[in-house]
């Protein structure tokens, strides 16, 4: 019921594509998504998130989309640059609550 | 945003010691995290640790293994005692100043040999 599954687990994309990475919840009480950010040597910061009032949320070159019916969430990052190369991870929570139950993170490297 | 200093960032330990870890963070918090990150995996919350009061642990971290100190509000310790290598991990230090919006220190990289 806590679980947050995501996925891939690494993923590689050329410079200029599109970068997408999924994750899926099962605790339909949750209503909070966010994605981390995580480089090398550092802790993992807010990068974008959603409430499941909206199907979509764009900021810049990152959009979240919500499937609220399929318990299902996504990260797009457009026109990916080598410096988006970092590990995500997605998490989900209650609303006003500080803790997040996290995916397992996916590595994505961006070749130049 | 609140910054958050963890010390060490990293340490090389041996079977059966102990290790403290320190969390600065530069403003007043209520409650401060600790999460630990293993190779290839996800963030695990160990434990909330509250100024004045025991930590609230999560399932599978007991406080014999993992004591935890909150002395006042901008500082916080977590010991790995009685270490083995499957305690090699990152260990995170985290709080949330806003509603939903955690922000972690870099992490102390422990590896025990």
């Known amino acids: 019921q806590q679980q947050v599954k995501q996925s891939p687990q690494s993923l590689i994309v050329q410079k200029g594509g599109i970068s997408i990475i999924n994750c899926a919840y099962e605790?339909?009480?949750?209503?909070?998504f966010p994605w981390y950010q995580q480089f090398p040597g550092k802790g993992p910061a807010l990068l974008i998130a959603?409430?499941?009032?909206?199907s979509e949320k764009k900021e810049g070159r990152f959009t979240i989309s919500f499937n609220k019916s399929a318990k299902q969430f996504s990260l797009h990052i457009m026109d990916s640059q080598p410096g988006d190369s970092a590990t995500y991870f997605c998490?989900?929570?209650?609303?006003?609550?500080?803790?997040?139950?996290f995916g397992q993170g996916t590595r994505l490297t961006i070749n130049p | 945003s609140a910054v958050i200093s963890q010390k060490p960032s990293r340490d090389i330990c041996q079977r059966g010691t102990s290790l403290t870890i320190q969390c600065q963070v530069d403003?007043?918090?209520?409650?401060m995290f600790w999460y630990r990150q293993q190779p290839g995996q996800s963030l695990t919350l160990i434990a909330t640790?509250?100024?004045?009061?025991?930590?609230?642990?999560e399932s599978g971290f007991v406080i014999d293994k993992f004591p935890i100190s909150r002395p006042n509000l901008t500082f916080s310790t977590l010991t790995v005692s009685n270490m083995s290598p499957e305690d090699s991990s990152i260990y995170l230090c985290?709080?949330?100043?806003?509603?939903?919006?955690?922000?972690f220190g870099a992490g102390s990289r422990l590896t025990v040999l």
């Open positions: 959603i409430r499941p009032d909206v």
């Open positions: 640790a509250n100024q004045g009061s025991e930590a609230t642990y």
């Open positions: 985290s709080v949330g100043l806003q509603a939903n919006v955690l922000t």
């Open positions: 403003s007043q918090v209520t409650m």
């Open positions: 998490a989900a929570s209650n609303w006003g609550a500080q803790k997040l139950v």
């Open positions: 605790n339909t009480a949750f209503d909070y």
